[in-house]
């Protein structure tokens, strides 16, 4: 039976369909007959030619004997979460997965909602239950909760830095490796065979973190803070200079998505007060971190680097009750970005609240000292000890400055399966940045190796 359907998207979703279940292509007039959609030869070229652009369909033959196939057999990736076994995610997390995960031309077109923003109501609407709250809040328990404001992150000052530049950096795509980020952080020398800008992204996120940190009783969620710490993270990677620390005044677009931001300057500026406000009026600091991680890249109220300045504002109210920082570690890029789609598309927080819960507890285990309640083995280190083990010893026994560790590091993982490498470069450089006197006899190595290794490490 035929049927009239106006939606675009619908259209292109039964045309997909029709073409999923005919591996060797069907011509214009097969696809017509097999969608059963009432729709004209010339609109159905312009479907199939909006696929072909999307890089979903491919074309072959001409005129009367043109056969249209898609590339692969396109599959609802509904087990997408399969790709992050050790990220729990909720079911409504799990649906906003897969949401985001359609192809772009499957998903509807959006502006900005004010109300998103407006209706929330700071203490009496929470993004974060309770048990979320009161979850984080054990999880970042330091033992500088009674000391001054900013004391904890002082004390980690050094590792902090490395860590959130590092983690920061690699979520907006900088190749960086750990090591080489400690060099750069400690030493001043730029990794070889990386751009400039990646090194320049990494220092800026120095100046800002140590900006976050030092005057930790001068700063909180009002336009000075914010505007100077986009101005540090942005500092020599804006085409226009004078664009850090300002606010928009042009329309954008978010790459891979169907989201367009706000594009009036008027309402831009009024929105990112309205953030401040009720960002300042919250009393949990898990609320504020995770309300300004929210909100802030969904107004994008500057050029460029809305994310990244998120993610170190959402440091401030954690820094002033002297909880662990957040530091992203081992966070998947592709998970943060499909959360932050489900902000954007659907105004939906909660597969990002997944990430964003999974993210901390990882922080703050890396900076506990002592969390005898959470000293779960990680899997991933058990099933690559050995191969963490002799890489590490290797490393020490010969001596290797931070460049030749790198490269030996990179070789090794070179030799595992791809979707693992980038996890095991990160653990075996986190192993080496932790060693000391009380901790490297578990890699079997003597006394003065160690010792002649520290020497040639500290050049």
């Not at 030493?187 to 990386?194: F, I, L, P, R, S």
């Not at 710490?229 to 850090?244: E, K, W």
């Not at 928009?248 to 309205?274: A, C, D, H, K, Y």
Request: glycine share 4%; proline share 4%; charged share 25%.
């Amino acid at each position: 039976m035929r049927y009239r359907r106006s939606d675009i998207s619908e259209e292109l979703e039964v045309i997909v369909k029709a073409l999923e279940e005919a591996e060797e292509g069907l011509s214009i007039e097969e696809i017509k007959e097999a969608v059963g959609v009432d729709i004209e030869l010339r609109t159905l070229q312009r479907r199939l030619e909006k696929l072909r652009e999307g890089g979903m369909v491919e074309v072959s033959g001409k005129t009367r004997s043109t056969v249209y196939r898609l590339i692969a057999p396109r599959k609802r990736n509904y087990d997408q979460e399969n790709l992050f076994p050790d990220i729990p995610l909720s079911k409504e997390g799990r649906e906003i997965l897969r949401a985001v995960s359609e192809p772009f031309n499957f998903r509807h077109p959006v502006g900005y909602n004010p109300e998103f923003l407006t209706s929330y109501r700071p203490n009496t609407d929470c993004y974060l239950t309770q048990k979320d709250r009161d979850k984080l809040a054990e999880l970042g328990k330091t033992n500088s909760l009674d000391q001054p404001a900013g004391t904890y992150a002082k004390e980690i000052l050094q590792r902090l830095l490395i860590d959130l530049s590092w983690n920061s950096s690699r979520l907006e795509g900088n190749t960086y490796s750990l090591l080489d980020t400690q060099r750069l952080i400690s030493e001043g020398k730029m990794a070889d065979n990386k751009t400039a800008a990646e090194a320049q992204m990494i220092l800026n996120h120095k100046d800002a973190i140590e900006f976050i940190i030092e005057a930790t009783e001068e700063i909180g969620f009002n336009y000075y803070t914010l505007t100077n710490i986009h101005a540090m993270l942005s500092n020599n990677l804006l085409a226009d200079s004078a664009a850090s620390g300002r606010l928009r005044t042009f329309g954008v677009g978010i790459t891979n998505s169907v989201f367009t931001p706000l594009g009036m300057p008027q309402l831009i500026e009024e929105m990112f007060r309205v953030i401040l406000l009720k960002a300042k009026e919250i009393t949990d600091p898990f609320e504020q971190a995770f309300f300004i991680m929210v909100q802030l890249p969904y107004l994008q109220p500057f050029d460029d680097v809305n994310k990244r300045v998120s993610r170190l504002a959402a440091n401030i109210p954690l820094n002033r009750r002297n909880l662990a920082p957040l530091a992203f570690v081992d966070v998947p890029d592709s998970l943060y970005v499909q959360g932050l789609l489900g902000v954007y598309e659907l105004n939906r927080v909660e597969l990002f609240k997944d990430v964003f819960m999974w993210a901390y507890e990882r922080s703050a285990l890396r900076y506990a000292a002592i969390r005898q309640s959470l000293g779960e083995p990680d899997t991933f280190r058990l099933q690559y000890r050995e191969n963490i083990r002799s890489l590490v010893a290797e490393i020490i026994s010969r001596s290797m400055t931070k460049e030749e560790a790198v490269n030996a590091v990179q070789k090794a993982a070179n030799n595992l399966p791809r979707s693992v490498q980038a996890r095991f470069v990160e653990v075996v450089e986190t192993e080496l940045l932790s060693l000391h006197e009380g901790n490297y006899a578990r890699y079997k190595v003597k006394p003065s190796e160690y010792s002649a290794w520290r020497k040639k490490w500290g050049q």
